[in-house]
């Protein structure tokens, strides 16, 4: 669930109504300019995506909309297309839950690109690209975010997980597809305690926020 976001309606006014029409937007739905008031296009935005996902059309964004709107759902048929979208977008893509299909690399998208395949120098390129450290333990981010995690393959490749609306994680191995499940084909419900092969240094967890990171 999202914490520390306000429960709006028609009328709210302030950042967190700017989060939310940044979350719309990128939900493909038109809320109208970033200009913080809930107005009658943010409305017909919340309606319309709640109506998408099966939840009360009422216009009233709660925590089961906040979290609808913040959390991404294990959903991969929009990612395993067998054509450009697998083919073009990464791990980073998928646990960032951006397209960009350039096979994105962390600090890249900010002018920071990593230099060496170790969890300090990926970290830094990722905190430049706008992701914040935060606790593998707590399932929560602040704000309208989720969480991912960091792997590498010593001096050979890096690798994420992105923690989803269940609560469970899923991963997008290069250009193959989207999965739920680890090496040894089990559910994830720890990347620290998962089968991830050579992947054998867990460099740490972190908070993806709607409009605060910058991937290319």
Known sequence: MAREL??????????????????????????????????????AAVRSFQGSKGL???????????????????DPSFWNDADGIQFNNNCYNYATNTRTDTFAQPGTGSGNPFANTACADVDQAARSDGLTSTSCDDPECSGCCHQVALVIWPGQDFHWYRRDRDGTWSHKPGSTQARNVDNSNNPITDPRTANRGPYTDFC???????GKVTIG
């Open 56 to 74: 009360t059309v009422d216009g009233i964004v709660g925590p089961l909309t906040w979290a609808a709107l913040c959390i991404p759902d294990f």
């Open 204 to 210: 740490g967890c972190y908070c993806v926020c709607r």
């Open 6 to 43: 306000k429960m709006l309606r028609r009328g709210a006014q302030g950042d967190d109504v700017r989060t939310l029409q940044q979350a719309l937007k990128r939900a493909g739905l038109d809320p109208g300019p970033e200009d913080g008031i809930f107005g009658p296009l943010v409305d």
